[in-house]
């Protein structure tokens, strides 16, 4: 007697929906894990007969490139940050059979050389974190010379006539100063980037949006410049505290690894959090969860946004006559204890 899919999912330690996706050829499996339930049924004499004849492997539709953009250091792609977005796009791709390709640019090389080795596809995902205005330009001859379909993903820029998928950063800082001063009922400082970033400009727009809702004068602030990362940010912070620097009764930082350094930095001085200095965060990563407090930040779905990235890009491709629209992504205030 055939092997039915409960008594695979049982001999290989596995959810019946998985082994079902696995079977079906359906998303929700690694590529790993749908070869190793194939393997195995074929073992167990399943019948594949069951399988619907819709669930045939579709044909690839053919290949989308997703380009990230290195210049500051700010980029670490081994990040969650990164690794989510990337997850996004990559369960968007298999969602509509493209083909994925990851490329790194390094904007200290030749970018027309770099951009060279990779234009062979249908539809490019670029990675803007970290780039200015000006580049784009190699990427506009691309697009009008190889007619190459082109979505930005996480930077937005008022002329370039591109697609655009990235956060609501002005929503989500207004959101989170705002938090900060009811539940402190003080005016917050901001630990601002070091690092020159279109999303962290957006952010100071909506944080001071914020202190100007609430009566308070923008120059009141306390502005600290630090470096957008867990190590650099706690040795920039403990410099100026060794040096004198008063802090303020409660901050909003650009993003979680400045906030996390921070708050590092105030607890080895002596001061306790959220008691003496509240701090909030942004980007929702997962070492919010790890620093002691835990830490309130402001929430980004980003495999969501790298998802709508691909189906954006996939509507562009076929639609030659579409304008470039602007998608921005809401987001959400997480209360944990460091405010």
């Known amino acids: 007697m055939a092997i039915t899919a409960k008594e695979l999912a049982q001999i290989l330690n596995l959810s019946e929906a998985a ?26 004499d399943y019948d594949f007969s069951r399988i619907k004849e ?31 977005l990337t ?16 490329h790194y640019l390094y904007g200290d090389e030749d970018i027309g050389d770099q951009i060279d080795t990779f234009y062979y596809c249908n539809g490019m995902i670029l990675l803007g974190t970290e780039m200015n205005y000006e580049d784009f330009l190699p990427f506009s001859v691309i697009e009008s010379t190889k007619q190459i379909p082109l979505v930005i993903l996480d930077t937005y820029f008022e002329n370039l006539k591109y697609d655009c998928v990235l956060i609501n950063n002005f929503q ?27 999303n962290f400009a957006e952010r100071a727009d909506g944080f001071y949006k914020a202190i100007r809702e609430n009566g308070m004068a ?32 409660c ?21 306790q959090i959220p008691r003496d200095i509240a701090v909030i965060g942004f980007d929702n990563m997962p070492l919010s ?40 992504v809401g987001t959400s205030i997480i209360k944990r204890k460091s405010v």
């Open 19 to 44: 082994v079902s996706m696995a079977l079906n050829n359906k998303p929700g499996v690694s590529t790993a894990t749908r070869a190793r339930v194939v393997k195995a049924a074929k073992e167990q």
């Open 54 to 84: 819709n669930s045939e492997p579709k044909i690839e539709k053919g290949t989308i490139s997703f380009i990230i953009y290195k210049k500051h250091g700010a980029v670490v792609t081994d990040s969650p940050f990164f690794n989510q």
């Open 87 to 102: 997850e996004g796009i990559e369960q968007g791709c298999r969602l509509h059979n493209f083909h994925l390709n990851v």
């Open 172 to 198: 989500g800082a207004c959101q989170a100063a705002n938090y900060i001063i009811r539940k402190t009922k003080k005016q917050p400082g901001y630990l601002r980037s070091s690092y020159p970033i279109g």
């Open 218 to 249: 923008s120059s009141k602030s306390q502005v600290l410049s630090l470096s957008p990362s867990l190590e650099g940010a706690y040795e920039d912070m403990l410099s100026l505290l060794k040096n004198g620097e008063e802090p303020v009764r």
């Open 251 to 271: 901050y909003f930082a650009d993003n979680d690894l400045i906030a996390a350094g921070a708050i590092r930095a105030f607890k080895e001085m002596g001061f």
């Open 289 to 328: 969860t790890y620093i002691e407090p835990l830490l309130t930040t402001v929430h980004v779905p980003k495999q969501y946004m790298g998802q709508m990235a691909v189906g954006r890009l996939i509507q562009i491709m076929g639609d030659k006559e579409s304008c470039p629209i602007k998608i921005e």
